[in-house]
């Protein structure tokens, strides 16, 4: 008696621990790139040139060094990724994003994970400077957000191994938020940091967003709002920054207080504008993927209409080119009919075609000897005259 196969579950367990963002993400994404029927492939073989949605959205944060980058991506992810200290610690950039296991990545590897940053290749001393930390944490919304960890800025002498600039403007056109941190403490007015914010803000004012980080180290409120009016002039002092309605809400790690805050904590206002950022990915993923599709079949429909036109055409000339050709076979197949019915006797002939039918042969055939003999002797007068 054999053994019953065991079944298979309907849904791997990677599958079933997904968020329902994530599992639309994640088949939105398998139906553009599965490998014997995806989108890309099937658009490719119909001359359509279609992009992969993206399964996650890109923050990038901007601030001088010590403006608490770092410590807000721990604080998010909820492990210890990145270091932090008052010193510059991060001096290149640093991806961090969710996987099945902790790793880090040195910058080719990077490069191979994420293809659309080899355009950071053309900046030389870059790829020695990027890497990229994989999490295995599931909190908050971290599995659909990859963070860009940007070095911290500052003015002087400070030399950097690279451009930095141009890297950061780069990935800031790869971004989807761009997070600007502003401490109350050390440079928060540093013009590097002004100038590409401003470079940014000129192209993409609604990917922008500003925070004033380490609040609660301002002292008191009255310190506090000096702080931000102190910003918000330096800010407003740029034709690019200068504009209405600008908001800084006021955030800080709570694991890092010691003392009670004096300030409100808008560090839910950040989440947010990743949450809104995660929802709109995934309207404008499924808006994609319903005009890709309706091209698809456009064009899969336009194909097949081309190819039954292509077998009429075939078909008609065919037909016609065997009508040609037993056109030209039939004064051979009379002729030879003709010799044929001089060779049998007419009872052998009734017997196959009846009376009636040799009746009708006989007449066709004495039709076609007439012919063939008029022509012979008109053929053969002319060769007398000549």
Known sequence: ???????????????????????????????????????????????????????????????????????????????????????????????????????????????????????????????????????????????????????????????????????????????????????????????RTLNIVESLNAKYPERIFFFLSKADTAGTETDRQRVLMQIT??????????????????IFIPSLTAKAPRCENELEELCREVEKAITQNIQNTLNTLEKDAITIATQIDAALERDRQANKANFRACTRGLGLYFLGLLPFLMLFLSTLATQIERKVVEKWLGAQGTDVFYSYVTKVTRHTGDEGHQQGGRKLKV
């Open 1 to 191: 008696m054999s053994k019953a196969k065991p079944r298979t579950a309907a849904n791997a367990v990677e599958t079933v621990t997904l968020s329902v963002n994530e599992r639309i993400l994640k088949e939105c994404y398998d139906l553009y790139t599965n490998e014997e029927k995806g989108f890309v492939i099937l658009g490719a073989e119909l001359g359509v040139s279609l992009l992969v949605p993206k399964k996650k959205i890109t923050v990038m944060l901007i601030g001088n060094h010590s403006a608490g980058k770092s410590s807000f991506i721990n604080w998010y992810v909820e492990e210890h990724v990145q270091r932090t200290a008052v010193a510059i610690e991060t001096q290149g950039f640093t991806l961090i994003t969710s996987g099945k296991k902790r790793e880090s990545l040195t910058g080719n590897a990077t490069l191979h994970l994420y293809p659309q940053l080899k355009e950071l290749q053309k900046i030389d001393g870059f790829v020695d400077f990027l890497t990229t930390e994989v999490s295995t944490s599931k909190q908050k919304k971290f599995p659909l957000v990859t963070f860009i960890d940007t070095p911290g800025l500052v003015d002087g002498d400070m030399e950097y191994p690279f451009d930095v600039d141009t890297a950061v403007t780069m990935f800031g056109d790869m971004a989807d938020l761009i997070f600007v941190l502003f401490d109350p403490i050390g440079q928060a007015l540093c013009k």
């Open 233 to 250: 002039q330096e800010l407003c002092k740029r034709r690019g920054l200068n504009k209405p309605g600008l908001k800084m809400p006021t």
